[in-house]
């Protein structure tokens, strides 16, 4: 099984082909599903035709759907974080990106100084401190 794109720019599938629009669909209709459960068996709670046996079944049933309904809209929303976190992780990759082509540029213009010679020697300036830099640019590595 590959992951497909979503379009949603996370990168991942929905899982074995099926689209998320149908998948989400899907979650929602179970959903619905659950909450007429929930409503046809409070309606029958005060049924005195019921017995304990009946009632048993009908919990165990619930617990089952319960379970599906729950994951499918687990899904739902851990889909919607996952994505922001993608798209978090997208956005800071590319500040990186550009923080080190503009620490790059900084490092190859000071070793490109004209007050530093070309055999390496410090050109005449005041106080040393092209020298300190150019030793410092030389040293860092990106």
């Known amino acids: 099984m590959t992951d497909q ?8 599938g929905g899982g074995a082909g099926a ?7 899907v979650a ?5 599903a659950y909450l007429l459960v929930l409503l046809l068996l409070f309606r ?26 729950f994951t499918a809209v687990g899904w739902l929303f851990g889909r ?4 922001r976190q993608a798209n978090q992780a997208e956005q800071a990759t590319k500040e990186a990106a550009e923080a080190k082509a503009k620490g790059e540029g ?9 007050a530093i010679g070309g055999d390496g020697t410090e050109a005449v300036v005041g106080d040393g401190s ?9 040293a860092t590595r990106f």
């Open 19 to 25: 689209s998320p629009v149908v998948l989400s669909v």
């Open 28 to 32: 929602i209709g179970l959903l619905v």
């Open 130 to 138: 092209m020298q300190a830099l150019r030793m410092q640019a030389k």
């Open 106 to 114: 900084l490092r190859q213009a000071i070793l490109s100084h004209p």
């Open 80 to 83: 919607e974080v996952n994505r």
């Open 5 to 12: 794109d979503t379009g949603d720019g996370t990168g991942q």
């Open 44 to 69: 029958g709670a005060d049924d005195e035709g019921a017995s304990e046996t009946v009632w048993g079944r009908y919990i165990f049933l619930l617990g089952g759907l319960e379970a599906v309904v």
